[in-house]
């Protein structure tokens, strides 16, 4: 095994020169031993293996291990497709990881949803001796010309440079730009007439420094049904590029063929039917999002406190999903990637009396000061929402006992329980003990999914003790992230079942009935549901659940994938097959989930998922058709919301600049009891 672990998946061993094991649950991947390697811009990963079934791979590395996965992240990370079939197949990837100097692991992932019997023989990192470089000006008549493809091989041709969006983007030999002052990209290219007719197909060119570094991004337009020849202009101040790449933008066009392509300080002569139709590609295009015509006010907390709540009854429990790590420390989906990269979406509330909360001009709030728990409280309570559903990070310190200290805990245990700091003794009560329930999720992701000592009680110490903590069926009600994550933490099936058995027998022993246990992902029938020991499942959100189309863009020298859904068409009709499937499977276990909107795109992550055309009034619709199946299939009046400030995610009903009070105004409206109606 030379140190590599196999995670959330089944017993794995080395035979005829394989490393084999079988998948059977979600999320599988293997984890290398800690690395020392240095980088550079043309590195190549490369994997030898057999899987069962085609689809989509994908590596992430690390050169630290912050955040809450140990260093990985989505921005760390490269997908390849490979396809079905039996035989054993070589894959190689350029994960253009240079922006880290040294990468400490890499982790491999398989596709998910493709159970069965893995064999993987080699990985690698190839690394070539850098080329030579060359003049500006490149004939494909004859071949690549030094190009490489995306696995680091010569790029493909077929009469020319052959681009295909399916096999990512293609890479200059290092430029040689002596006495060439390179004002312009001159492409002669031919794009096929089936290509949507009459829309041209978009190629995206990168200029990337000596050392592999994104300069800009530019866009040229072929135009189909014949040869087009095109001049980009190249912006001012950015200096002479290094190497050049080019990518076809969209995934459902067929293949562009680059005959040849210059820099060139005029630009050339163009083809009678075409014109000069180069434009530049904006630094931040998504722009996918309703704004209200008048933003509110924004609140300083430090400043202004709520008037008095005048809170919305409701016949149904709304669980809000609260997200709660907005603190200083989060420095990799936090309030600075949320000022630079979507500074459109505001949250009413911040604090002018924390100067570590202030990015790139704007001021934001700190989850963790009770100022903010006050107003996030207050208008939960005015919009008929009566559950907070707090994520939960548990880690692990080196003795092997349980640590609490994730920063992302302190809104909890500061700002809402009213604790000094994060681990201290449990208080007996707090302030919202009778105006706002709470219940937490256990959020396991790997590797906060490994088990310390003392876990159990903390939880029922800290929290199902507390006199606003949920029950349900009479018992502490905990979400579970992840059964997978539960049993690879565990050490298997079995393993992970006594962990929930002494969690009940913890509580048990504290005067507790036991505890409710629900699943967000990992359990697919009751019996599976039995075996665990989990009760009932539900959902954080339902993305993708009614399909979407692929779109790509180029941010630097990364190509993301963004998977686009319309909300009304695709979102809203899927939500609700998943709603019944899941009521036929569960009945009452199951916990009926929804999602408001979700926006990817400024997470800058390998793929986005995208909701476009979602409003306060689609998730309205939305939200009367999740009451209709509630009593339908005579579920218990339970609703979840995803989420209540996931900012950079795009999932947030917390007041905004962006939509006002407009989807908490949807949820008082659907599920609020106005004063005088009666129950049922």
């Keep these: 095994?030379?140190?590599?672990?196999?995670?959330?998946?089944?017993?794995?061993?080395?035979?005829?020169?394989?490393?084999?094991?079988?998948?059977?649950?979600?999320?599988?991947?293997?984890?290398?031993?800690?690395?020392?390697?240095?980088?550079?811009?043309?590195?190549?990963?490369?994997?030898?293996?057999?899987?069962?079934?085609?689809?989509?791979?994908?590596?992430?590395?690390?050169?630290?291990?912050?955040?809450?996965?140990?260093?990985?992240?989505?921005?760390?990370?490269?997908?390849?497709?490979?396809?079905?079939?039996?035989?054993?197949?070589?894959?190689?990837?350029?994960?253009?990881?240079?922006?880290?100097?040294?990468?400490?692991?890499?982790?491999?992932?398989?596709?998910?949803?493709?159970?069965?019997?893995?064999?993987?023989?080699?990985?690698?990192?190839?690394?070539?001796?850098?080329?030579?470089?060359?003049?500006?000006?490149?004939?494909?008549?004859?071949?690549?010309?030094?190009?490489?493809?995306?696995?680091?091989?010569?790029?493909?041709?077929?009469?020319?440079?052959?681009?295909?969006?399916?096999?990512?983007?293609?890479?200059?030999?290092?430029?040689?730009?002596?006495?060439?002052?390179?004002?312009?990209?001159?492409?002669?290219?031919?794009?096929?007439?089936?290509?949507r007719r009459s829309a041209p197909v978009v190629v995206m060119v990168t200029l990337q420094s000596e050392d592999g570094r994104a300069l800009h991004t530019l866009s040229a337009e072929i135009r189909p049904s014949g040869r087009s020849k095109v001049s980009v202009a190249l912006p001012g101040g950015i200096g002479a590029p290094g190497s050049l790449e080019l990518a076809v933008a969209d995934t459902g066009a067929k293949p562009v063929v680059v005959h040849a392509l210059r820099l060139s300080s005029d630009p050339e002569p163009v083809a009678l039917d075409s014109a000069p139709t180069g434009y530049e590609w904006q630094t931040q295009p998504w722009s996918r999002e309703y704004r209200v015509p008048v933003a509110q006010r924004r609140i300083d907390v430090a400043r202004e406190a709520p008037t008095e709540t005048r809170p919305v009854a409701s016949d149904y429990t709304v669980a809000m999903w609260y997200f709660a790590a907005w603190e200083p420390e989060y420095t990799w989906d936090g309030w600075r990637q949320v000022a630079e990269r979507s500074p459109w979406r505001l949250p009413l509330l911040y604090d002018s009396s924390d100067p570590e909360m202030e990015y790139s001009g704007i001021r934001f709030y700190r989850a963790s000061n009770p100022r903010v728990l006050d107003w996030h409280v207050h208008w939960l309570r005015e919009h008929a929402v009566n559950l907070m559903v707090w994520d939960w990070y548990p880690q692990i310190r080196e003795d092997g006992r349980f640590d609490p200290g994730f920063f992302g805990n302190r809104a909890l245990e500061i700002g809402f329980l009213g604790k000094k700091s994060v681990g201290d003794p449990p208080v007996a009560t707090n302030r919202f003990a009778e105006t706002m329930p709470f219940a937490v999720m256990w959020t396991n992701h790997a590797p906060m999914n490994r088990l310390g000592e003392g876990l159990a009680e903390y939880l029922v110490d800290q929290f199902f003790l507390q006199p606003n903590y949920y029950r349900m069926d009479g018992k502490p009600f905990l979400s579970l992230w992840s059964a997978g994550d539960l049993i690879s933490g565990a050490g298997g099936e079995a393993q992970a079942r006594a962990v929930l058995d002494r969690l009940r027998t913890v509580a048990r022993e504290r005067g507790l009935p036991g505890v409710y246990i629900a699943a967000v992902h990992g359990v697919t029938s009751r019996e599976q549901a039995a075996r665990l020991g989990v009760d009932g499942v539900m959902g954080y959100n339902y993305i993708g659940s009614g399909g979407s189309r692929t779109a790509t863009r180029n941010i630097g020298d990364r190509t993301i994938r963004d998977q686009i859904e319309d909300f009304a068409t695709q979102s809203i009709p899927g939500h609700q097959a998943l709603w019944s499937s899941l009521a036929s499977a569960f009945g009452r276990d199951y916990l009926l989930a929804t999602t408001p909107m979700q926006n990817w795109e400024p997470t800058l992550r390998e793929g986005s998922p995208v909701m476009v055309d979602h409003t306060p009034d689609s998730y309205r619709e939305l939200l009367r058709r999740a009451k209709a199946t509630i009593e339908k299939h005579g579920l218990r009046r339970f609703v979840t919301v995803e989420a209540f400030n996931e900012w950079l995610e795009g999932s947030y009903v917390e007041p905004s600049t962006q939509w006002g009070f407009g989807y908490l105004e949807a949820i008082r409206d659907v599920f609020g009891r106005r004063a005088g109606e009666g129950g049922r």
């Design 1 to 195: 095994m030379q140190g590599w672990q196999t995670l959330r998946t089944g017993a794995s061993r080395v035979t005829g020169g394989c490393l084999t094991f079988r998948v059977t649950d979600r999320d599988a991947f293997l984890l290398s031993p800690p690395l020392s390697l240095p980088t550079t811009p043309d590195d190549v990963l490369e994997v030898r293996l057999r899987a069962p079934a085609g689809g989509a791979f994908q590596w992430f590395w690390r050169s630290d291990r912050s955040g809450p996965y140990g260093g990985f992240s989505q921005e760390r990370s490269v997908t390849f497709t490979m396809p079905p079939g039996p035989a054993e197949r070589t894959v190689r990837v350029r994960p253009r990881w240079h922006s880290s100097p040294r990468i400490e692991g890499v982790r491999f992932d398989v596709p998910e949803d493709r159970p069965g019997a893995y064999a993987l023989r080699s990985i690698r990192v190839l690394r070539v001796p850098p080329a030579a470089p060359v003049k500006p000006a490149f004939d494909f008549s004859s071949g690549p010309a030094g190009w490489t493809g995306d696995d680091g091989l010569p790029a493909a041709v077929r009469g020319g440079l052959l681009l295909r969006s399916s096999a990512g983007p293609v890479q200059s030999p290092p430029l040689l730009l002596a006495g060439v002052q390179p004002r312009y990209v001159v492409m002669d290219a031919t794009a096929p007439a089936s290509v």
